[in-house]
């Protein structure tokens, strides 16, 4: 190798020196040979451009394919860039206009010292406001911050130990709560660096400015007491630290414990109701949290009342809400009672009975059943069931004779001994034994009416004067009540009943055959399955979900409503949850009753309902920005595939989303007139499939 090495050298120094005449010759040939080979060699390259590329292999769909591809996904990335950033912001020192929106971020200048789990729950509970929040949390290294707080209780108390004024007590307060930080890090609490920014967002500055406002009172209020700051001439900043990955350019961390960061962390989950045994209502608007509340756990009642405007989402959600209901335990009784043929559906994909009610059905309205013990012995030794049963049945012919226009009177009074007399003639007595015994009817009413008509003395208390007015007044109520004999317009009203619920765990009962008119006897046959269901929840130690829709029939006639609040006031006796649904909230004002039948309606929740003004608001104890989330719900839609809806739980209102399993759309959108056979085999396992 060396001797090769030593050959290739003295070749080298053979060569002429370049500037002699022999180099000049020999080193000018030699680039001329060098020039001419690389000429060769770039026409050999061009010649290559002829030769087949990997493209023209390629079909020219696939070609054309490729390019196509290539614009989407410059389009693609136009989209992603315009949805992380917009594409052009003004600002100003207190606001921006980000896109086509307006913006203001706040920052917190102060934090309170002890902070109380989920303090930030108010702010999450705002349902027509649209805000980004955003918390920094660092960990800080332990040793160094131990050091520092350590050395902040010292300064303190030193400050606290020199001072001699009024001064002295506010310095040892706050000595003494450094030394409690110092002793919780001492004993293991983490330490962190917290910052929080929150940008309020809205469509108009004025828009923008009463947003900006309800934050900061949600933010200043207890439970949470921040103190929240515009970020004056930093507002371009600011909306960097309020951004998912900016980070934190304006330094604005404030040390916290791990205690305090959980209470913080704790926030978005307030606003949610998790209760055992409930159901899922729906999923917070803001945190989708689910919202599950059990109707039964209410202490001021288990009644429930869904207000919306038509395509709004109500019935939708009260089919979900009874097939969750009935799904959450297979022990629970169901009972749909409505007139428009709305519920067939869902009964039928449940595999429930359903039973057509006024047309030749007989429907008794005096029939009690037993009460059980355990029901006697919650409601104390004076509870009279025959009583109740008989004040009930009063109610029912006082509403008889209003939906005709005819004032009873000072004629109750014989109307009252005739239908104790029918009672008493059946054995029927204040023993709760008895009740199990054939009830009367109203066509023995009208026996009696004719015995008093024709032997008043019979009836008489105290003196014989009494003899014509009771036997005037039998008369009269023999005439009024003709409606009730055979061929008469109430004809089935007279006799026995000749259905039963109580061997059912789902019933429909529809009163199609009024055609979904509102009128006298439409309000009347109400009444009177209302006070069936209410005999069933009597008679069973079950709990038992009733669904009233179209409920503003009910709302009509006052002796109706007098008589629907006795019931509401002793459901929850009975495990009995009444659901009323309705379009409008008018008809629950236009009479005291009503509005004490509503107030007893411990969860109410509202769809999309134009008519919600600043009076129903005030009514229902609403808010500006609840009463517009009312106004601009989303309505039920399978494009949107959800609807929203105001909860209101106890007295405290969530903004949420109803949204249904596949299973459950099936059975709420099953039609009987189409379907060759039911859907559901088993109703507990509608609400389960997904």
């Not at 204040?430 to 008043?456: F, G, K, Y």
């Not at 005037?472 to 039963?500: C, K, M, N, T, Y």
């Not at 006897?521 to 399955?529: C, D, F, I, N, R």
């Amino acid at each position: 190798m060396q001797s090769a090495i030593a050959d290739f050298v003295a070749a080298l120094r053979t060569l002429p020196r370049p500037l002699s005449p022999a180099g000049l010759f020999v080193y000018g040939v030699g680039g001329v040979a060098v020039l001419v080979v690389l000429a060769r060699f770039r026409q050999w390259l061009a010649g290559r451009d002829d030769e087949p590329t990997f493209g023209d292999l390629l079909a020219e769909e696939t070609v054309d394919a490729g390019r196509e591809e290539a614009v989407a996904f410059d389009t693609l990335a136009d989209r992603h860039r315009t949805a992380l950033a917009p594409e052009a912001v003004a600002w100003e020192p207190r606001a921006a206009r980000v896109g086509n929106q307006w913006t203001t971020t706040l920052t917190v200048a102060a934090y309170p010292d002890h902070p109380t789990d989920g303090y930030l729950s108010g702010l999450f509970e705002l349902t027509d406001i649209e805000f980004d929040l955003t918390v920094h949390v660092d960990p800080l290294p332990q040793e160094r911050a131990r050091d520092r707080l350590q050395a902040a209780a010292d300064d303190l108390q030193a400050d606290a130990d020199l001072e001699r004024s009024v001064r002295e007590s506010y310095l040892q307060d706050r000595a003494a709560a450094a030394t409690a930080t110092y002793k919780a890090v001492e004993n293991g609490q983490r330490v962190f660096s917290q910052a929080l920014f929150i940008t309020v967002r809205a469509d108009t500055r004025d828009e923008l400015t009463d947003a900006v406002a309800a934050v900061r009172t949600a933010v200043r209020d207890p439970p949470a007491r921040l103190e929240p700051a515009t970020a004056v001439c930093l507002q371009d900043r600011a909306l960097q630290a309020a951004a998912p990955i900016g980070g934190d350019p304006l330094d604005r961390g404030s040390i916290a414990l791990g205690g305090a960061v959980g209470a913080l962390l704790a926030s978005p989950h307030s606003p949610t109701i998790l209760e055992e045994g409930g159901v899922e209502f729906g999923v917070h608007k803001d945190t989708r949290s689910p919202l599950v509340v059990d109707p039964f756990a209410r202490e001021d009642g288990y009644a429930m009342f869904t207000v919306g405007d038509p395509g709004s989402g109500k019935s939708y959600s009260a089919k979900q809400n009874l097939i969750r209901s009935l799904s959450q335990s297979v022990d629970r009784i169901g009972i749909v009672l409505e007139p428009l043929t709305n519920w067939a559906g869902v009964c039928e994909a449940l595999g429930g009975r359903r039973i057509t009610v006024g047309g030749t059905l007989g429907l008794n309205p005096l029939e009690i059943k037993p009460t059980p013990e355990h029901v006697l012995a919650a409601r104390g030794d004076d509870a009279s069931p025959l009583k109740e049963r008989q004040e009930r049945a009063l109610a029912f012919f006082t509403n008889v004779f209003a939906t005709r226009g005819v004032e009873l009177g000072d004629r109750r009074t014989t109307l009252e001994t005739a239908l104790t007399a029918a009672y008493e003639r059946k054995d029927i007595t204040e023993d709760v034994s008895t009740h199990d015994r054939e009830s009367p009817t109203v066509r023995d009413m009208l026996d009696i009416l004719a015995e008093m008509a024709e032997s008043p003395g019979e009836y008489v208390i105290r003196t014989d004067d009494e003899a014509e007015k009771i036997a005037d007044d039998a008369v009269w109520l023999l005439d009024q009540l003709r409606p009730f004999a055979e061929g008469g317009q109430f004809e089935q009203l007279g006799r026995h009943s000749e259905f039963d619920i109580r061997d059912e765990s789902l019933v429909y009962l529809d009163l199609a055959e009024q055609g979904g008119q509102v009128g006298g006897h439409t309000s009347l046959l109400m009444e009177l399955l209302i006070t069936l269901v209410y005999e069933r929840a009597k008679e069973t130690d079950q709990e038992v979900v009733f669904v009233i829709d179209e409920a503003r029939y009910l709302m009509k006639d006052a002796a109706t409503l007098s008589y629907l609040e006795t019931i509401f006031r002793h459901h929850r006796h009975h495990d009995l949850s009444i659901r009323l649904v309705t379009q409008t909230v008018d008809e629950f004002f236009e009479h005291d009753t009503a509005e004490m039948i509503l107030d007893q309606c411990a969860i109410k929740q509202f769809h999309k309902l134009d008519g919600m003004d600043a009076e129903w608001a005030d009514e229902f104890g609403l808010n500006h920005p609840q009463m517009r989330f009312v106004q601009t719900a989303t309505p039920g839609n399978e494009e949107a595939g959800y609807s929203q809806a105001l909860l209101g739980v106890d007295g405290e209102w969530r903004g949420m989303e109803v949204r249904a399993l596949p299973r459950e759309h099936e059975v709420i959108t099953h039609d009987p007139q189409q379907a060759d056979e039911p859907l559901a085999g088993d109703r507990g396992e509608v609400a389960g499939d997904d």
